[in-house]
């Protein structure tokens, strides 16, 4: 199967669905919708996952596990909470199919469930119905738990893991005695991602806090992740949501204190999901496909043995695996391709799409000579290295392959960031440019929604690193104390 | 709160719901039938995933995702699987709510979907959907792929693990050339089923392959594992299902061979799910409530400190955290519980309760001597130690422990295992001993359903390592050539 890549400056929107689907990272199921994700992209998530849980654990999160569906009561509960995601959530009305008559199946009429479940959008309502019984005492706070899940909305729009009705996601949930130790947890979580972002997708991250208008609904404060991709589009890679003592309220979580006063907990909410699946392909790919990190990759190195008889295979492949099991016992996640059924030709475009971060090739030459010819994916270069010096070269390139992604998008970001005074300038560089555009604004509602309106810009966020200064509104030339960070959004 | 654990001579129905609330591992959520799996129960599953995980991918599997929601009209494309689980399911029929006016929220009669969801009760039909795009030729085959999902099935009696309207499994699906190798394939995962039994849960399992009128729903061969309870009941602990072409057939699944023949694809599917967490605790708890053996036990060893005054806590506490480094140097995982909001006393409980393999107590006294009382919670054993040879010691204990909890549990199936030839003699045993019975069965349906109808008892499995030998069947006389393995089951 020939595979021709749509180019990025061509048309990026079908370079992406392009990309994730040649790269077999996932593709669209039967179900409207709804993706499955390929053997190749979950092994991608399954790394991002297990950083994540070591990052949640060695922060004194423990797992858990609570129902998929929720008792359709149980949203009407935080008000909120139920308009933010009534509207787009899967209904269980009932619980069997029969015979039809006419070889198929229908629903059983006969079967309708008195009250219907919602298939769960995000678990707060089921979860806080739950601490109720879990919490009694300050002995019993904090609560640290975390689920890793499949959740629901009904979205109208859908695109391979930016925008899926069906995702894969964690959702942390925590109950604390105090406003405090829940503020300084919100942030902590939030602190993680960021982490996790630049150690190990190396894609830089602004780390900032949602106006009213893009809050997590039932939240008191929303604080976000936000990258910029390749196309000078932002996409908000996590949240950490302050829920202060909404949900408890709702739910009637209370707790006896040290000095024996009864008081709601205090609560927060942290998620990412797939979606940054989505975020780490528009990162770092290219026109060639796939770039991956090497903290990310399913294989670091893959190496393709060139030979024409079977003489020339079994030196080559001899070669081949002495070096793979070098690299094996320092630790690094090798391949040797070394299938009948594909040229090597096919391999290297192969490896390339899937974003391998370095390929090894070794011919009979090489044999000869003690070489084998490097590739790395990030720079597209290639250099011959002497077979004896193989641990001392890739092991450090790893590491630098890592910096260098890093260093890349962080340069594209900073190329493509900008500051404006006024409304016209804004509109100009949204147009002309994109980007991220940090900009005055005056705090209200009706301001962000016309910017909106006007130019399809959302504030992203209030960065939380953004200093205090005395401005005026691009718009309306009322006074702010601080710019706020603009783009067009994913 | 006292917890007061009933004896499981008293009511072993009612010991097992107690304990699994108590020992923290799962609770009744609410919503019908569906469990909250707690962070103890989870952080066990979590245990026996990664070990589940590790063994498929050495035998060659990755893993993928596929959608939660499955069209009707999928079901109806295999006829004795829709039949199977037509009847048990949960069907989304919309995908909104709307205000009722009243302050709740109702279903949106406008949003009622074409054709009808239905979640998951497993993945054979919206994954061989799938395979038909994946598979041409046998340069595609073997397929070995798993999946970790949650699952749900609409059962009218539910028990925390053991049969909950959702629960958490992996699902195998594979796609091979040629039957010979499908074969192989089912075989050799009930293999691996059966070795994580024996070297994790330390629970010895019976191999076998189903009668025709207990095999899954679409598959041609059901192999299962199945296990003796404490109480003398039977547990199927996992299944693996020899497909034959029908998912093929169903879904068009054809490939080009070498020789250029077009053929349909051998199928096999493979499962284990959260009930093995019921087998788990039945297998080897006891009046003071769980026990766990090393390779799962998420604490493998709790230091408990003794003191009055704060200067003991810091003497004892010195030595206990030298201790728990010693250990977790060695791969051990340990607790040190230095909370002071409970009793040495209640720790002691808690820890019993919660099935911990060994507990190490400390106080001024053992400071003073150079000693740590050492209790072991397979043997209820106590004993003083040399506070200088605990990595000795306690290093070797874990499999001795382990290895001691496999031959309890073998001992115990070994004395509930009975051989039978009359019918009479088999209604005897049943009512009075219980356990696994071996009798010769006639092969047919009809003796299998007499059976179970007068007696309760189902045909477990015909073991694998059954010896071909002529007998007559123990209710009908008529010549059987292999004992089939009797017993009353959860």
């Not at 641990?391 to 998008?409: G, R």
Request: charged share 30%.
């Amino acid at each position: 199967m020939a595979k021709n890549l749509t180019k990025r400056s061509e048309d990026y929107s079908k370079w992406y669905n392009e990309l994730v689907i040649q790269a077999d990272l996932a593709e669209n199921s039967g179900v409207r919708g709804c993706m499955v994700i390929k053997p190749y992209g979950y092994s991608i998530w399954e790394k991002m996952q297990a950083e994540l849980d070591r990052m949640f654990k060695e922060t004194g999160h423990q797992n858990a596990y609570f129902p998929l569906f929720i008792p359709k009561s149980y949203f009407s509960k935080e008000a909120s909470h139920v308009d933010g995601f009534a509207k787009e959530c899967a209904v269980v009305t009932h619980y069997r199919l029969k015979d039809d008559g006419k070889g198929g199946v229908m629903v059983d009429p006969d079967a309708k469930l008195d009250e219907e479940l919602i298939v769960r959008p995000t678990s707060e309502t089921i979860i806080w119905d739950t601490y109720r019984k879990w919490i009694q005492s300050y002995r019993d706070l904090p609560l640290l738990i975390n689920q890793w899940a499949n959740v629901v909305r009904w979205e109208m729009r859908t695109r391979l893991f930016l925008r899926t009705t069906e995702f894969l996601w964690q959702e942390g949930h925590t109950a604390h005695a105090t406003k405090k130790e829940a503020i300084f947890e919100t942030e902590q979580m939030l602190g993680i991602y960021a982490e996790f972002s630049k150690n190990f997708m190396a894609m830089p991250v602004i780390k900032g806090v949602k106006t009213e208008s893009e809050r997590f609904a039932g939240a008191l404060d929303t604080y976000c992740i936000e990258a910029l991709m390749q196309d000078g589009k932002a996409l908000q890679a996590g949240t950490s949501h302050f829920l202060g003592q909404n949900f408890a309220k709702a739910f009637d979580v209370k707790f006896t204190a040290k000095d024996g006063k009864q008081d709601y907990v205090w609560a927060t909410s942290w998620g990412v999901s797939t979606r940054l699946m989505g975020a780490l392909i528009m990162t770092h790919s290219d026109d060639k496909g796939l770039v991956l990190p090497p903290n990310l990759a399913p294989d670091q190195v893959v190496i393709v043995p060139i030979y024409r008889s079977d003489e020339q295979f079994e030196a080559v492949s001899k070669v081949a695996k002495e070096v793979m099991s070098e690299l094996r016992a320092k630790g690094i996640r090798v391949k040797f391709d070394d299938r009948d059924t594909h040229k090597p030709g096919w391999k290297f475009n192969e490896y390339e799409l899937k974003g391998v971060p370095v390929r090894l090739a070794i011919g009979p030459r090489d044999v000869e000579n003690g070489t084998l010819e490097m590739a790395r994916r990030d720079t597209l270069t290639k250099e011959s290295i002497s077979r004896n010096e193989v641990v001392e070269v890739i092991v450090p390139l790893m590491e630098e392959i890592q910096e260098n992604l890093l260093k890349k998008a962080e340069s594209f970001r900073e190329e493509n960031t900008h500051e404006v005074s006024t409304y016209e300038e804004f509109k100009e560089v949204l147009a002309s440019k994109g980007g991220f555009i940090y900009a005055h604004w005056d705090g209200t509602n009706e301001t962000e929604e016309k910017i909106k309106n006007e130019t399809k810009a959302t504030i992203r966020c209030i960065p939380l690193d953004a200093k205090e200064e005395d401005g005026v509104c691009m718009v309306t030339g009322k006074p702010s104390k601080r710019k706020a960070l603009f783009a067009k959004a994913y």
